[in-house]
C-alpha cells in the first residue's frame, strides 16, 4: 500500500507522517508530498520518498499519484483561494486511479456559518463527485490557533476576545494528526464523514484559566463587542481587511459553530484526547 500526505513539510502533514512511522507503516510506503520539498528533508532521512506537490500546479500532481493507493489531502491553508487547488487535486488523483482520498475539512462544513466553510463545503462536494471512495475528517479547532493569545498573555495578562462566553470543542493537532493517520491504514472508513472534536468544550474564561496555568501568572478573559476588537486589531497593525476576516471568524465562534462535541475522535484515538492545559503545555514548552 502507498500512502500520499501532502502538505507533508506543514506541521499537520508532518505530524501525519510521524504518526504513520509510528503505527509500524515502513516509510517507502509513505509518500511526502511538499510545496518545498528541501523542508521536509528530515522525512526524506528516515526513507521516506519527498516528492513535489504543489495544489496550484495542476500539470505536475498525475506523476506523483500514480501507484498510490491512498492519498490524505490535507486542506490549504489560505482561506477563500484553496478551492481551486483542493479541485485540481481532486482531479489528478481520479484520473491517476488513486484508490481512496482521505481530507481534513472543517467541523460542522455543510451547516457551519463559519465563514471558513464554504471552501471546505464545495471541497467535499467535489469529492463526492469525483466517486472517489472517501473519507471526510471534519477537524474542529487546533488548540494551537491560541497560542498567539497565550504567548501574549504571558506579557499582559489578558487575552482578549468578540466571541462572548462561547465554546469551542478544540484538541490538539497531534490528536486529529493521530486520528488521520488511523482511517489511512485503517479498512472500514470509506463513505464516512467524521465529526473530529476534543472530549470537552471550553469557554475563553477557561482557556485564560488554562494559560494561566502554562505561563505561572493570573491572566484574565476580556469580552469585547466587535467593533472595539477590530479596532484594537487595526491599532496594533493590522489591515482593516484582515481585521474584518477575524472578526467575522470570531462572529461565527460567537453564534457556536465550534461548540458541539463529539466522541469519534477519542473513539479513533482509543483513548481520551488531549486536555487543554496538557497541549498548550506541550506546545509551549518554554512557558511550561
Not at 510506503?29 to 526524506?44: F, P, W
Not at 498567539?148 to 494528526?177: C, K, L, N, Q
Not at 476580556?222 to 477575524?246: H, P, Q
Request: glycine letters at 10%; charged letters at 20%.
Amino acid at each position: 500500500m502507498t500512502i500520499l500526505v501532502t502538505a507533508a513539510s506543514g506541521q499537520f502533514g508532518h505530524l501525519v507522517i510521524d504518526a504513520l512511522l509510528r503505527r509500524g507503516v515502513a516509510p517507502e510506503e509513505i509518500v511526502a508530498g511538499a510545496r518545498t520539498v528541501a523542508k521536509a528533508d528530515d522525512l526524506a532521512a528516515q526513507g521516506v520518498r519527498v516528492v513535489p506537490f504543489d495544489y496550484d500546479t495542476p500539470e505536475s500532481l498525475g506523476a506523483t499519484l500514480g501507484g498510490v493507493d491512498t492519498l490524505l489531502l490535507v486542506s490549504g491553508s489560505e482561506p477563500g483561494a484553496r478551492l481551486a487547488g483542493h479541485r485540481n487535486v481532486i482531479a489528478a488523483a481520479k484520473k491517476s486511479g488513486v484508490g481512496r482520498l482521505v481530507y481534513t475539512s472543517l467541523a460542522q462544513a455543510d451547516t457551519s456559518t463559519l465563514v471558513l466553510a464554504p471552501d471546505h463545503a464545495a471541497t467535499e462536494e467535489a469529492i463526492a463527485e469525483s466517486g472517489i471512495p472517501s473519507t471526510i475528517l471534519r477537524n474542529n479547532w487546533y488548540i494551537e490557533n491560541y497560542l498567539p493569545d497565550v504567548s501574549r498573555a504571558a506579557e499582559t495578562g489578558v487575552i482578549a476576545s468578540s466571541v462572548g462566553d462561547a465554546r469551542v470543542a478544540a484538541a490538539s493537532r497531534a490528536d486529529y494528526a493521530e486520528a488521520a493517520a488511523v482511517v489511512v491504514t485503517e479498512d472500514g472508513h470509506e463513505g464516512r464523514v467524521y465529526e473530529l472534536t476534543g472530549d470537552t468544550a471550553f469557554t475563553y474564561a477557561e482557556l485564560a484559566a488554562a494559560g494561566a496555568q502554562v505561563v505561572g501568572r493570573d491572566v484574565a478573559y476580556v469580552s469585547l463587542d466587535r467593533a472595539v476588537f477590530e479596532k484594537a486589531m487595526t491599532d496594533a497593525g493590522l489591515d482593516a481587511g484582515t481585521a474584518g476576516f477575524v472578526g467575522e471568524l470570531e462572529a461565527g465562534i460567537a453564534r457556536g459553530d465550534l461548540a458541539q462535541v463529539d466522541p469519534t475522535l477519542a473513539r479513533l484515538l482509543g483513548r481520551p484526547t488531549t486536555g487543554l492545559v496538557e497541549a498548550l503545555r506541550a506546545a509551549l514548552p518554554t512557558l511550561a
